[in-house]
């Protein structure tokens, strides 16, 4: 849960750092989905309808700028976007009306 100061910084500067809000096995999580979803696509093939590649690359770079909707196609982004201590936090953001749009 984010404390006073952090929601304060959050509505003063319109952004918040928290410090360990990931632990380093989530955020290596994260980068081993990434490593698989990326794995065999380059800028020439790619699957254009979940991913965007970064342009100024050669046809055969690898290097992929977004993925589209992670949520709605990967599991591990989307256990986290429905985790209890992303809401919480978003939650003490924003406040508890949240309806999840669009990742």
């Not at 081993?32 to 699957?47: C, I, K, P």
């Amino acid at each position: 849960m984010l404390n006073t100061a952090q929601v304060e910084h959050y509505h003063t500067e319109g952004y918040v750092a928290v410090p360990g809000f990931l632990s380093a096995e989530e955020v290596a999580a994260f980068l081993r989905e990434m490593d698989a979803v990326s794995a065999g696509n380059t800028l020439a093939s790619h699957d254009v309808t979940r991913m965007e590649m970064e342009p100024n690359q050669p046809p055969d770079g690898t290097q992929v700028r977004r993925l589209y909707e992670p949520c709605s196609h990967y599991e591990v982004f989307r256990e986290f976007s429905a985790s209890e201590q992303l809401l919480d936090a978003v939650g003490a953001l924003l406040g508890p009306d949240l309806v999840f749009h669009y990742s």
